[in-house]
């Protein structure tokens, strides 16, 4: 299955800039409920920034949120499949880079993006719909 038939698109996509204060970048996450936001520049992610990097990188750092840019809080090792790659090779590069969040590029542009959360709500429609075939083939269950 490709990533394009499963991604989150673009327009789901929390995205912002990198002169972004982190305070913004907050509110975005809080509004939109996600707990993450691309930074991306010319339609290319050329960061991520999480919950945890505000809290940990700006506000734990005793840097003011309302002045703090995304660039100074980013993780700009920002790894990205293809819209054509499948799930094994999403799984693959998550792993690989130890990350939760993937940003999907098409053409080399931000496209949408996957998260582990929505792998793992995409493996449980696909494990119920397995355990029906299961169940619609199987004798009733007779407790002894």
Sequence with gaps: MPLKDIVRPKEELVTASRDTSCQDLAKLMNDRTVGSVVI?????PIGIVTDRDICLNAVGAG?????TPAS??????????DADDGVFELCQAMREHGVRRMPIVEDGKL???ITLDDLVML???EMHDLSEVIRSESPP???A
């Design 111 to 113: 496209s949408g993006i």
């Design 123 to 125: 493996l449980e429609d």
């Design 72 to 81: 100074e809080v980013m993780n700009t090792d920002v790894f990205t499949c």
């Design 141 to 143: 269950y007779q407790p």
């Design 63 to 67: 840097k003011d949120p309302k002045t």
């Design 40 to 44: 991306e520049e010319n339609d290319e």
